[in-house]
């Protein structure tokens, strides 16, 4: 069983930044690979961005590379994004999730667990 929250979402301006982190629960946290998707209003659940279960891969959406950084620590249990240069696109709510080391961390039916959701807001 592994239980996942996210924290840090809210309102910004466009071309500011903000920093999601996602607590997981587990002791077997740091053997997961991790990600996060996201769902805008009236549209379909996407990738954003995944990390292998010791950090040595980092996968992107075109949308957000040279943006966005993911990143994990297994002793804190904990995984980030560090989102820069926000944009009104990037408004949706996002979510955590986790999966067995060595899946496809990009298709969303791999996904064993997942958070409940933080919401971004971006303004212009």
């Known amino acids: 069983q592994v239980q996942l929250v996210e924290s840090g979402g809210g309102l910004v301006q466009a071309g500011g930044s903000l920093r999601l982190s996602c607590a997981a629960s587990?002791?077997?946290?740091?053997?997961?690979?991790m990600g996060w998707f996201r769902q805008a209003p009236g549209k379909e659940r996407e990738f954003v961005a995944g990390?292998?279960?010791?950090?040595?891969?980092?996968y992107y959406a075109d949308s957000v590379k040279g943006r966005f950084t993911i990143s994990r620590d297994g002793a804190k249990n904990t995984m980030y994004l560090q989102m820069n240069s926000l944009k009104p696109e990037d408004t949706a709510v996002y979510y955590c999730a986790a999966g067995p080391a060595g899946i496809d961390v990009t298709w969303a039916a791999n996904i064993h667990y997942w958070g409940k959701g933080t919401l971004v807001t971006v303004s212009s």
């Open positions: 587990g002791r077997t946290f740091s053997t997961y690979t």
């Open positions: 990390i292998s279960w010791n950090g040595g891969n980092t």
